[in-house]
């Protein structure tokens, strides 16, 4: 590797546009797959394989490159950050078991079945513990910076 370094917001950078990709993708195969052959699962395979893979190279990039600060504060706002938020889930999830007559609301453009269900959760879930990070992340460095 070059002496040069790249700056870290450069590779989130990457790392966000190489995730607009694949959840292009991802929509694309989609649409598609209604009638897809068995050629194109097996390339839509290949091209999620590939993509997760160079963004699993540009998230070990990037943090090689930042300091045991961010490194830090990144792990510290998942541990706490994904816990706070677990409980409030799992806390609908039991409500939700016992009370089967509870109409519960789709993420918008899934249809209603187990496969939409399915991902309706695992959006909320995703989306949750997305905030969960956030709010964890800005409260550590607000807490250190004062």
Known sequence: MSGR??????????????????????????????????????????????????????????????????????????????NAVSLPLLIAFVFLNERPEIGVPLWPGFDAGPAGYVATGGMITMFALLFGYSIAWLFWWLWRSR
């Open 5 to 82: 370094r790249i700056a870290p917001w450069r590779w989130l950078a990457a790392f966000l546009g190489l995730c607009t990709g694949l959840g292009a993708a991802l929509a694309i195969f989609a649409s598609m797959s209604r009638g897809a052959q068995p050629g194109g699962w097996i390339m839509m395979g290949l091209i999620i394989v590939g993509l997760s893979a160079i963004g699993a190279w540009l998230v070990g990039m990037y943090w090689r490159q930042i300091d045991e600060a961010a490194r830090e504060a990144h792990k510290w706002a998942w541990f706490w950050g994904g």
